[in-house]
Structures are given as C-alpha cells and as structure tokens.
C-alpha cells in the first residue's frame, strides 16, 4: 500500500557527509512512523534511526546519536537522514521503513511493514 523508494547513497570519504531521501508513494506518511536501518555483509540489520509523524519526536542509535540527523520534509511524504562525520563502520546498505505510529522509535525490525530498496553507503579510509 506504501512504496517508499530511497536516494542518496554513493562513496565518501571518512569524516565526509551524505543525505539520505526517503519518498513515498500510494498513501500519506500521516498514520506511519518512519525508521532508518542499516545492514553491512554478514552482519543483522540494525536501527539507525526513527521519528514520529505525530509531535516531530526522534530516536537514535547509540553508534551514530550526534552524527546523524533525521527529519521530515514540511509538506512533504518525505524522510531524510542527514549523516555526517561518516566513518567507514558507517558503511551498509541503507533502508527506510514504516511502522504503525504506536511503533515510533522501535529498532525492531518485525515492527515495519513497509521497506524500500535500500541504498548503499560506503565510506573509505
């Protein structure tokens, strides 16, 4: 019912920045919360970040918490991921994805019933 498509990756160097996009389509953001996740080779998919579509509130990771920032778009179905002083733990494939609001700020990864494509982030040394 969501699709939720992802931009913005590409290769930097450590201390460098990218911004993540995340668009949706086929319905508003409106009754969603919204989460970021990661995932390098071998390893589990892990919560990066969240936020609310109900009183702005944002959540996250402990690893990237003062790096990354994640935000909406005023008028927009459209989630960002601000990532700055990248380093190369930092490099994964990328995914937005959608919970029902009860679920903001959740880094369980069952809890989203919608995901995009992904979209790969690597940052070299």
């Known amino acids: 019912q969501v699709q939720l498509v992802e931009s913005g990756g590409g290769l930097v160097q450590a201390g460098g920045s990218l911004r993540l996009s995340c668009a949706a389509s086929?319905?508003?953001?409106?009754?969603?919360?919204m989460g970021w996740f990661r995932q390098a080779p071998g390893e589990d998919r892990e919560f990066v970040a969240g936020?609310?579509?109900?009183?702005?509130?944002?959540y996250y990771a402990d690893s990237v918490k003062g790096r990354f920032t994640i935000s909406r778009a005023n008028a927009k179905n459209t989630v960002y991921l601000q990532m700055d002083s990248l380093k190369p733990e930092d490099t994964a494939v990328y995914y937005c994805?959608?919970?029902?609001?009860?679920?903001?700020?959740?880094?369980?990864?069952?809890?989203?019933?919608?995901w995009g494509q992904g979209t790969q982030v690597t940052v070299s040394s």
């Open positions: 994805a959608a919970a029902p609001a009860y679920y903001s700020g959740s880094s369980f990864d069952t809890n989203y019933d919608y």
């Open positions: 086929g319905r508003t953001f409106s009754s969603y919360a």
């Open positions: 936020i609310s579509w109900n009183g702005g509130r944002t």
